[in-house]
């Protein structure tokens, strides 16, 4: 069965330093997304993209975040100077269409020191 | 914007025995709930969903209501078995054909345990 597929499954970064969080969608898909989830709280939603470029985003994703689709297959998320409070667990997915169902990858644990 | 709230947190039931889970949506423009099960270190997976031209939705021993004037909806699990033992989560959106919101807003989410 295809599946969302993310890299890596747990990265441990330094403050103010720059992460690039990885996804391999589900191939004939065409709606990519991330949300994250802070231990504890809500899943909730970062950004969506479509047609190489970003459809909608929440508050959460301000400049820090950025989005890209660089070689047709992996969508990844780039977090530019991390902070203590990017620690969670993200979570990318994907859809064939707009209002089709979203496929969860299994997520990446980022934990920001 | 959409706030979905999520009850019970931690739910524990005897095998063989029925689950509830309910969540509340606030806005009224929401027309696509989906309920999604995460196992231990994966992603959550969908397990069913319901639309609001719908009251009621069944598949097998997992089935949803939805109750548009009050805004809420339950799940229920008849006839649990101890590998439906995972985290649920609820969630809202507005969906139509072409148009709509992409983003899923999600409940807090549900610890079943259910034991043998």
């Known amino acids: 069965e295809p599946e969302v597929t993310q890299t890596p499954s747990h990265q441990v970064t330094q403050m103010g330093q720059e992460v690039i969080l990885r996804c391999v969608p589900i191939?004939?898909?065409?709606?990519f997304y991330w949300y994250r989830q802070i231990l504890g709280q809500k899943v909730e939603f970062l950004v969506s993209f479509y047609n190489n470029e970003i459809s909608e985003k929440s508050e959460i994703f301000d400049d820090q975040f950025s989005v890209e689709r660089p070689d047709g297959s992996n969508f990844t998320l780039k977090i530019r100077s991390t902070k203590l409070e990017d620690s969670a667990m993200y979570f990318c997915?994907?859809?064939?269409?707009?209002?089709?169902?979203?496929?969860f990858g299994q997520g990446t644990r980022l934990t920001v020191v | 914007g959409e706030n979905v709230e999520q009850h019970p947190s931690t739910l524990s039931v005897q095998e063989g025995d029925s689950a509830v889970i309910k969540c509340t949506y606030s806005?009224?423009?929401?027309?696509?709930f989906p309920w999604y099960k995460q196992e231990l270190g994966k992603g959550p997976q969908l397990i069913i969903d319901?639309?609001?031209?719908?009251g009621e939705k069944k598949d097998q021993r997992i089935a949803v209501t939805l109750n548009k004037t009050a805004k809420h909806f339950s799940l229920h699990i008849t006839e649990t078995q101890p590998e439906d033992s995972a985290v649920y989560f609820c969630?809202?959106?507005?969906?139509?054909?072409?148009?709509?919101?992409?983003?899923?807003?999600f409940g807090k989410g549900t610890k079943l345990s259910v034991i043998p």
């Open positions: 969630a809202a959106s507005i969906r139509y054909s072409g148009a709509g919101s992409y983003q899923l807003t």
């Open positions: 997915a994907s859809s064939a269409y707009r209002d089709t169902e979203a496929f």
């Open positions: 191939s004939n898909h065409l709606y």
């Open positions: 319901i639309r609001s031209n719908v």
């Open positions: 806005d009224s423009a929401s027309n696509y």
